[in-house]
């Protein structure tokens, strides 16, 4: 007769923390705290439970996918979130993302395209007890993003997934001073950016490599004619 041995997910959120996030530059004590307080498991489909914590990109069906956690943690570190913040994700996914930034500041918007995940993430975000989300169903890339600006202006976005290039009517959503975390470029070659908004403008540093999914339905990147 056999025995089932349970799966440690404390073990592996240990593991995750140790060998994926702290090698990847993520050092900031509140981030990491928070990773081990959110537990991931509890945001992904049943059939992918065991690999919540792997150092990949979960399926979440519908075509998407949650991004790995060393880029999670990494973009919340960039982000560097405050307890009165007022923030914007763009592409809720599963619902992890918001909760982490939930946890860090007073208010986050996660817009999400799809129904069907939008309607899981709520479910997922208030069985862990998170109630400072509002997830909202819609293409948020729409009419120059209106689904993004009730709520504006923010003081951070960040886009959970890639795009060709950051269009400026979603920078103007901004507070001055915010900030703005996303993964822009071409394949082979994206880069992690933070955009700051500043006096006379913005300030935009590229910080790391790395590739994700396209978010859905944003500008390519511009064509120059000649």
Known sequence: MS???AFDFD???FNM???QI???NVLDAKVLALLGEVKREDFVPEAYQEVALADLEVPLGQGQCMLAPKVEARALQDLALQPGDNALEIGTGSGYMAALMAKQCARVVSIEINPALAQRARANLEAAGVNNVEVRTADAAADNFAACSAGAPFDAILLSGSVAELPEDLLTLLKPGGRLFAIVGQEPAMRATLVRAVADGQ???Q??????????NFPAASQFKF
């Not at 790391?208 to 978010?215: G, T």
Request: no cysteine; hydrophobic share 30%; charged share 35%.
């Open 22 to 24: 702290r090698p990847w």
């Open 17 to 19: 923390i140790e060998q």
């Open 3 to 5: 025995t089932e041995i």
């Open 11 to 13: 073990k592996a959120r």
């Open 203 to 205: 300030h935009s540093e």
């Open 207 to 216: 910080n790391w490599d790395i590739r994700a999914p396209r978010l859905q």
